[in-house]
């Protein structure tokens, strides 16, 4: 006959106190980190809201140099405050002169940036370079499922507004195109925010050659 | 007893334990909970405001569009805006192109302003170097973001009462009507209907072109006005062969001859009229047919057009013709609320082919999925003399959402198919302002007809 030794009440009180505590703690921590997450992205929705419903870029026109092979964009930044230019892509050519997010297709296509000052077009604008944010959704658009394929960061140029510039933007974006076809151009802005590259802002235009 | 009290006591402390800790838990979770109800309230009423906000700014630049009519007459290298929005509009910035070479002009704010009324900008004081009379594509950028596209215009644009249109004679030009002497003669066809009296003509309508009636050059004429008035100084000839233009007139005349001819219309029942010798002109409006050019890119379109009509629109496509060679021609055209690149969204869509070896066209008309009967008009390429057009008549208030001075988009996708192989070609998005002449010609018509 086996004679177990009984438990002490008091220490079996103890256990089921303690644990009861435990599993409170991880249940609030828990709750106090979602939470902190939600507030956190909602925050990074409303300033990047706020910056999209505020930044007026203009593209003007959009043309194809077959020359130089070349599209060119003209951008006006109508807008009160300045405005990143980031990703821009040719729809139609998904393989040509990628520069990020290449995993998966997802591409953008390469290019330069030059204001236009008082109707003399200066160098290249200084590319500014920032990591990319980390809340998923709003890559989601350019269908990035995977975020670990994004390893680079993201290159975007500061647009000043045309009355503190007195003048527009330029951009070359050096790719060869069929002639009579039409082609679509998707250019992003980018909105900084906690020091991280959120997608701002879809503008579109097309072009026939 | 003294057990059972013991017990009693003991239970309520426990009860009181637990309801204070319930109490600690719920205030705990509260404090953890209240940040996340304050920023959802904060997230609803900024998104609302911020809504509201780019609301406003997209209605700010959408007005202007509205506001200001314009036309680019490339012979004189003048743009004629006309600003009805009663404050001075600041353009910055000047797109131009021949379809080659291209210049943009940037100007501090303050410098070029369109003021309130009829405004003529000439290409050379913008300091465009680009020969005037072969620029194509003209883009003006206001301050707001709008941007202005002026459409080729024959005549100044004269703006009356809120209609677009190119020539108006009225009983204010005209008082007791303008006498139009023996040898002259006005001629119109196309989707026009006609009201008249023992004393009065009224017809109203829009024109086709026809090859059964020709011009200078034999040209297949939708509209022609010859006309000598008893000034011998003053002679005026109009000859129009556009498929669209909207043209309304009223005239007194002994005799005049209007008869069903339905060349050029597809679904519809299109009339002919003319009146020769000695007659009198009450009134008389004509707006010409917009023409968007697409011939840059040396595609098989040529022309976007599109025009108001009674309470209705006109848009339909010019082809750029090769000479001697027969084709078919496949098209869609698309009609929007906004611009979009999802043709998926577009409420309106027309399909069509012309058949120009056998002079045959077929529309169908799509909103939102439903096929509604097509009303169209063509015009068939003559060698050396015209190119083929296709319009289709679109009663917009109906179909879609689109009231008076609202703003919508049209593009056109065409196809030119000859031995085996097709070309497509496709149209920017071009923003029209719907302006109907419903008003116009029913106070017309009141005035001479009563109601």
Known sequence: MINYKSISPVLSAIILAATMIALGIVILMWISGYSTMVIKQSQIDLLRSEQAAKENLVIVHATYNSSESNVLIYLLNMGYSEVFLGPIRIIELPSANYIIFTPEGIWFNDYRAKAVVNSTEEDSLTALTMSVGEVSEYLENLEIRNLSAITDKIKVYALEPYNEINGYYRVEIPVKLNSNKTYRV???????????????KLYTTQLTT | MYVIEMVRKSKLKAGLAGLVAGLIAAIALLAILLPIIMQYQQHVVKSYQLEEYAIALQNQIKNEEKG????????AGIINVNNTLGVSVVVVLVYASDGINEEVKYFQPGILKIEPGINEISISNLGLRLDASRIK???????????????????????IKGFSLNMLLGGEQAPGGLLIRKGSEMFAHGLISKTDNSALIFINGTLVPTPEST?????PLAFKADLKISDPNIKLTIERYDVGDYMLVVISASSYDYRQSNIGCYNAYCYTFEVKREFTIHEFA??????????????????????????????????????????LYNGTIYVSGVKTDNINEVGVVVR?????????????????GDVVDATAFYRIKEEGKVSTQFAVLLPVEELVNIGPEDSFWIKAVVSKCSSGTCLVDESEWISFTYKPFKLLVDSIYEKYFGE
């Not at chain 2, 200001?68 to 012979?75: D, E, H, I, Q, R």
């Not at chain 2, 011009?215 to 040209?219: A, D, S, V």
Request: glycine share 8%.
């Open chain 1, 186 to 200: 998707e250019v992003w802005t980018i909105v900084n925010i906690y020091g991280k590259a959120y997608l701002c």
């Open chain 2, 68 to 75: 200001l009519t314009s036309c680019y007459n490339p012979s």
């Open chain 2, 137 to 159: 594509i003209l883009k003006l950028v206001t301050s707001r973001g709008a941007i202005i596209q002026p459409p080729y215009c024959s005549e100044v644009v004269i703006v």
């Open chain 2, 215 to 219: 011009g200078t050059g034999y040209m």
């Open chain 2, 286 to 327: 004509y707006s010409f047919v917009s023409k968007y050019d697409d011939s840059g890119d040396n595609g098989p379109l040529r022309y976007v057009l599109a025009n108001n009509g009674y309470n209705y629109v006109i848009v339909g496509v010019e082809f750029s013709d090769e000479e001697g060679v027969a084709e």
């Open chain 2, 352 to 368: 069509f082919f012309v058949d120009k070896v056998n002079e045959k066209v077929n529309a169908t008309l799509y909103v939102n």
